[in-house]
């Protein structure tokens, strides 16, 4: 794993140090080797930096870089602005002989050269790609499993995608996957990759600004997300501080905005205090309420399913499509059912008695390769329904039949005489009494 240090930019230590703090939490409590540098600058900012000086702002991220390569460190950055200029900058220099030594020209008059061995990632690229998934699963204690979190991707951690190089600019994955690796579900919205609007607060168009962020802020509520993850300190500002401004003027928006460190930091088992949740504009707790009821929800799952693979079984939902009963009934979704269960709703779940249309007919088990399949979950949740009397009428008029005389169906003795056939023998209902002690029948509602 590289040697870091951090590139904070302007706006986190400036305006939002509660990002710094939970990505400084976050990196120790998973070893990552990152130090603070001295003698660092704006990166430059490319809108205003770089229109007012395209040399000026060229030379400032070469000798930001410079530092670095002194102290012998990478760059890591919280900021998708310093991570793009730093290395769309970097680029344009060891693209050019020419531009390589002029910047080395100015450089040199301060006692600086820029010899283009840094290397600047994306906090996100970071955890990717050092750190790993599976570390990351591994090191989760409290996973956010049935939150459901919408990614808000940006524009300068994808852009342009020729010098940043993190994920595909048009298909990208891999925050959801991160978001995911805390035990979240990434949820699919419209907008998912458009730009959040806040540089048009920084040029007097604050009414456009608000449009764009009250746009995602009610895309991500219609798909009913539980918070909006992000990763970019100006992102953050539009979406938090612009939603306070909308709450004040009356608009119904409450969508908490978390820095993903901050989400990262949660499911580390890291306290909200600590991590700074409380300096947060729009209030976080709701969020915060409904992960613990959830919480405990998903707790109760694991008591009477195997929870991991339950939710694999609800990530695959291959066997729905042979399932005889959804083949002829559109309206039965095995796989929804599973889906509700992994999200904890158990009593829904239960109340509804879906799950008894499943005729135990094992063709999803003889598919299944986990040997998990939809008629293993739908027998525990049968179980649990007789259990608080939610069984169907006809069968728990069968199992009442089975406690009375240990046969569902009573014989026939007219039938069996026209026949010719003889008296059914006795039934051992006796002795099964006996074994089982049977409980009195419930009383049905």
């Known amino acids: 794993m590289a040697r870091y240090g951090y590139f904070w930019g302007c706006?986190?230590?400036g305006r939002l140090p509660h990002i710094e703090k939970s990505t400084r939490l976050v990196m120790q409590h998973l070893g990552v080797d990152c130090s603070d540098l001295d003698g660092l600058t704006c990166c430059p900012e490319k809108t205003m930096v770089a229109n007012m000086s395209h040399d000026a702002w060229l030379v400032t991220a070469a000798r930001n870089l410079a530092v670095a390569e002194d102290a012998g460190v990478d760059f890591l950055t919280p900021c998708p602005g310093c991570f793009?200029?730093?290395?769309?900058?970097?680029?344009?220099?060891?693209?050019?002989?020419?531009?390589?030594g002029s910047v080395n020209r100015e450089l040199q008059r301060i006692g600086r050269t820029y010899r283009g061995n840094t290397r600047t990632s994306h906090l996100l690229e970071a955890l990717y790609r050092d750190v790993g998934l599976a570390t990351i699963r591994d090191k989760v204690t409290q996973p956010l499993t049935g939150m459901r979190i919408a990614v808000h991707y940006g524009c300068h951690l994808l852009k342009p995608s020729e010098d940043v190089g993190l994920d595909d600019p048009c298909a990208p994955s891999k925050f959801d996957e991160l978001v995911q690796a805390v035990g979240a579900t990434s949820i699919p919205y419209e907008g998912k990759l458009s730009c959040c609007g806040g540089l048009l607060s920084r040029v007097d168009d604050e009414e456009t600004a608000q449009a764009m962020a009250r746009r995602k802020l009610r895309d991500v509520t219609a798909e009913g997300a539980d918070a909006l993850c992000l990763a970019c300190p100006a992102c953050f500002m539009q979406y938090d501080t612009t939603q306070l401004l909308l709450q004040r003027k009356g608009e119904a928006v409450h969508m908490p905005v978390l820095y993903y460190t901050e989400l990262l930091g949660l499911a580390l088992g890291l306290e909200p205090r600590d991590l700074g949740l409380?300096?947060?504009?729009v209030d976080v707790q709701p969020f915060l309420d409904r992960w613990q009821v959830r919480r405990a929800a998903i707790e109760r799952v694991k008591q009477h399913w195997d929870y991991d693979l339950l939710r694999r079984c609800a990530e695959c939902g291959a066997c729905g499509f042979d399932c005889p009963v959804a083949r002829a009934d559109a309206a039965f979704d095995p796989n929804g059912i599973i889906r509700d269960l992994a999200a904890g709703h158990i009593d829904r779940v239960l109340r509804a008695g879906e799950f008894w249309r499943c005729v135990e007919c094992y063709t999803c088990r003889e598919s299944c390769f986990q040997r998990y399949s939809m008629l293993?979950?739908?027998?525990?949740?049968?179980?649990l329904a007789v259990e608080e009397n939610l069984a169907p009428a006809g069968a728990a008029e069968g199992m009442a039949a089975f406690r009375k005389s240990a046969r569902l169906v009573e014989s026939s003795a007219s039938q069996r005489k026209r026949l010719g056939l003889p008296e059914a023998p006795p039934?051992?209902?006796?002795?099964?009494?006996q074994l089982f002690q049977w409980r009195p029948e419930p009383r049905r509602p």
Do not use: C, M
């Not at 793009?84 to 390589?100: I, N």
């Open 11 to 13: 706006y986190i230590q």
């Open 84 to 100: 793009g200029t730093l290395k769309s900058a970097a680029a344009e220099v060891e693209a050019s002989v020419a531009a390589h």
């Open 278 to 281: 409380s300096s947060h504009r």
């Open 376 to 383: 293993d979950i739908f027998r525990t949740a049968k179980h």
């Open 427 to 433: 039934s051992g209902g006796d002795e099964l009494t």
